[in-house]
Nanobody, 113 residues
Framework: VQLVESGGGLVQPGGSLRLSCAAS????????MYWYRQAPGKERELVAF????????NYANSVKGRFTISRDNRKNVVDLQMNNLKPEDTAVYYC???????WGQGTQVTVSS
């Protein structure tokens, strides 16, 4: 199982970023996929998850209305579109598949002026 995140970077408050997680080594189309984040000095927290068919999606209250999770089962990719970013969104963002308890290496998102 391999998960590789990309798309992080430095962005000003109010800006946008799109994170992507490329998955391999398992049947992606049947797996629920998660995005987590961990800010310095804080515990890792769930940001969003999406069911295998995209029928069920859920977000942390702190990102509702600003973030959108999506997936492409043909490409084995799960994305996280982040709009109206705030300094408190600064964290390392991780892709996760619970079925295999497998994490990506993470991608840093920094929101700062």
């Amino acid at each position: 199982v391999q998960l590789v995140e990309s798309g992080g970077g430095l962005v000003q408050p109010g800006g946008s970023l799109r994170l992507s997680c490329a998955a391999s080594g398992f049947t992606f189309s049947s797996a629920v996929m998660y995005w987590y984040r961990q800010a310095p000095g804080k515990e890792r927290e769930l940001v969003a998850f999406i069911s295998s068919s995209s029928a069920n999606i859920n977000y942390a209250n702190s990102v509702k209305g600003r973030f959108t999770i999506s997936r492409d089962n043909r490409k084995n990719v799960v994305d996280l579109q982040m709009n109206n970013l705030k300094p408190e969104d600064t964290a390392v963002y991780y892709c996760y598949v619970r079925r295999f308890d497998s994490w990506g290496q993470g991608t840093q998102v920094t929101v700062s002026s």
